[in-house]
Structure formats: structure tokens, C-alpha cells
T-cell receptor, first 114, second 113 residues
């Protein structure tokens, strides 16, 4: 079956611009996670959705970052006024439920801010 | 706070060598522990997991035992193959009601024929 997909696979933007990153989770998965992975580091948690609501957004670095999941399926991560330090790979993962212990990761979106 | 520390890489081995990648953690409560693997050009995949002390996770010849007394979850394989070349991440789920993962920094394994 189809796995988690993320679009675009690569995004280059100028400092100060707005970007949207999209995640299509596995069908039927209620839990959805966003992580950010900087070069040479492990993924860092950003935000968790259970259904449509953001149940934990404690990992968002500041108020320039925002994410939505309006229908409980596709999610969009939005970054305003991008900075060079936002350059990273943004990973999305979904899970059948929050305590299923296995998260299925997408291939990521590589964001480069010039 | 909760954290995961992995041994520095890269690790370079010859085919059929024994592999150990060290992982230690700091956590309150009773976390679940995981090893994820990222093959070149692919997304992160769960390799194995252990949800309580003394559990052994195993998959594809890899094993790791949840050691509460030493707060460790070292990854081992008796005989590595070239196809095992990848980046390996140790992670924990802190038992909160979110299931979010906390990852180590990753260890690159290169296996030479």
C-alpha cells in the first residue's frame, strides 16, 4: 500500500519568504507527527496531531512555525519569514494510533533558505 | 529532560564482522526504546523495538536488549553485510500520551566487501 508521502521533495526559498510543506499520511492513520532533521543530527520533534487537533506543539521553535490538519488526514507545515537557520529536512510520520509504537516516516522535504 | 546518546560514527567494518552501536538514554518513567534505520535515499524505517526492561528486540539479524540498570539499548549484529550500510538512530518514546520520539544523533555504518 501507499506509504507516507511529502511534497515537495526539495524546496529552495529566499530568506523572508513563506513556505508550505505538505504531508499525506497513510490512509486511516489518526496520529501524525512532524520532525525536523538538521545535517548530521537526529530528527527533532515539532508537533503531533491526533485527528484534526494539534495535541502537542511543544517542539515548534517559535511562532513563525504553524501546522494544520483540517480534515484529519493531510497536514501542512507553514513557515513564515523563513530564516537561513530553518534549512533542514522536514519529516512527517504517521501512526495508526498514538501508542502503536511504530511511526511510518515519509521521505522528507529538504528546505534550503538562501 | 529525556535524551538519547549514541556512539560517534562513522563505523567502518568489513563484511561478516561483528557490529555494536552503543546507545544510552536518560528518561523519567518507563520509556519504550527503538532503533530506526535510514538506508541511502530512503526514509526512516523502524528496525526493532523494546517496550519494557529486559525485553530484547530483534529483526533482520539485529538485536538490542533494554537494560534499565545501565540505561542502555545497544544494537548488535553478528555478521554484517554490505547491504547493512546505512545510518542507525536510537530513539525513545517517553510514555507520554503523544508517542513522540526523541532521537539520538545517528551513527553511520559503512560495510566494505
Amino acid at each position: 500500500g501507499a506509504g507516507v508521502s511529502q511534497t515537495p521533495s526539495n524546496k529552495v526559498t529566499e530568506k523572508g519568504k513563506y513556505v508550505e510543506l505538505r504531508c499525506d499520511p497513510i490512509s486511516g492513520h489518526t496520529a501524525l507527527y512532524w520532525y525536523r532533521q538538521s545535517l548530521g543530527q537526529g530528527p527533532e520533534f515539532l508537533i503531533y496531531f491526533q485527528g484534526t487537533g494539534a495535541a502537542d506543539d511543544s517542539g515548534l521553535p517559535n511562532d513563525r512555525f504553524f501546522a494544520v490538519r483540517p480534515e484529519g488526514s493531510v497536514s501542512t507545515l507553514k513557515i513564515q519569514r523563513t530564516e537561513r537557520g530553518d534549512s533542514a529536512v522536514y519529516l512527517c510520520a504517521s501512526s495508526p494510533q498514538r501508542d502503536s509504537y511504530e511511526q511510518y516516516f515519509g521521505p522528507g522535504t529538504r528546505l534550503t533558505v538562501t | 529532560g529525556n535524551s538519547v546518546t549514541q556512539m560517534e560514527g562513522p563505523v567502518t567494518l568489513s563484511e561478516e564482522a561483528f557490529l555494536t552501536i552503543n546507545c544510552t538514554y536518560t528518561a523519567t518513567g518507563y520509556p519504550s526504546l527503538f532503533w530506526y534505520v535510514q538506508y541511502p535515499g530512503e526514509g526512516l524505517q523502524l528496525l526493532l523495538k523494546a517496550t519494557k526492561a529486559d525485553d530484547k528486540g530483534s529483526n533482520k539479524g539485529f538485536e538490542a536488549t533494554y537494560r534499565k540498570e545501565t540505561t542502555s539499548f545497544h544494537l548488535e549484529k553478528g555478521s554484517v553485510q554490505v547491504s547493512d550500510s546505512a545510518v542507525y538512530f536510537c530513539a525513545l518514546s517517553d510514555g507520554s500520551n503523544t508517542g513522540k520520539l526523541i532521537f539520538g544523533q545517528g551513527t553511520t555504518l559503512q560495510v566494505k566487501p
